[in-house]
């Protein structure tokens, strides 16, 4: 959702959608491989204002980030 074309990021932390990505994409990479990650900075991610929400809003996606935080916080809820 982050790489969609026409996405607003003027409210968030990041300059464009390649940033946004790049940082999902190293969170990914970070799971994958079995690191070792911090909750808190994932639960940010989807917690309310966060840069993630921001975007949503602005690019006319705001519902389905609130799925997506939904079945975020179903995953985490047992952690």
């Not at 932390?13 to 990650?37: F, G, H, K, P, Q």
């Not at 639960?43 to 966060?50: D, I, K, M, N």
């Amino acid at each position: 959702m982050l790489a969609r074309e026409n996405n607003d990021f003027s409210w968030s932390r990041w300059a464009n959608s390649n940033e946004a990505v790049a940082e999902i994409d190293d969170i990914l990479r970070r799971i994958n491989a079995a690191e070792t990650i911090k909750l808190l900075p994932l639960q940010v991610l989807f917690g309310p204002t966060s840069s993630l929400q921001e975007v949503s809003i602005e690019s006319g996606w705001g519902d389905d980030f609130l799925k997506l935080a939904s079945r975020f916080d179903d995953a985490i809820a047992d952690l």
